[in-house]
């Protein structure tokens, strides 16, 4: 069993950064692999980045690539997501998941709760 805990999420102006936190508890935080999604209002969920569970691949959605980056600490067992240059389409509720694969699809094995970006023009 995974938790997923996210945090650092609010409001920000076009242009600025934040960066998202996601802390998991369990000792097998370093075999999953770990994503992060989002999903605006009145849409479906988005997938947005990925880390496979060596930390060695990372896989972005195009509308992010360059602007953001997928990190983790095995120490510390938590996800991270650098936002930069964001944008009002950025705007979401952006949530952390655990998968034993890297896949783009919303279906991952443990997802957290979620922490709301809102950027503003």
């Known amino acids: 069993q995974v938790q997923l805990v996210e945090s650092g999420g609010g409001l920000v102006q076009a242009g600025g950064s934040l960066r998202l936190s996601c802390a998991a508890s369990?000792?097998?935080?370093?075999?999953?692999?770990m994503g992060w999604f989002r999903q605006a209002p009145g849409k479906e969920h988005e997938f947005v980045a990925a880390?496979?569970?060596?930390?060695?691949?990372?896989y972005y959605a195009d509308s992010v690539k360059g602007r953001f980056t997928i990190s983790r600490d095995y120490a510390n067992n938590t996800l991270y997501l650098q936002m930069n240059s964001l944008k009002p389409e950025d705007t979401a509720v952006y949530y952390c998941?655990?998968?034993?694969?890297?896949?783009?699809?919303?279906?991952?094995?443990?997802r957290g709760q979620g922490t709301q970006v809102t950027v503003s023009s």
């Open positions: 369990g000792r097998t935080f370093g075999s999953y692999a």
């Open positions: 998941a655990a998968n034993r694969a890297v896949t783009y699809r919303w279906n991952y094995d443990y």
């Open positions: 880390i496979d569970w060596t930390g060695s691949n990372t």
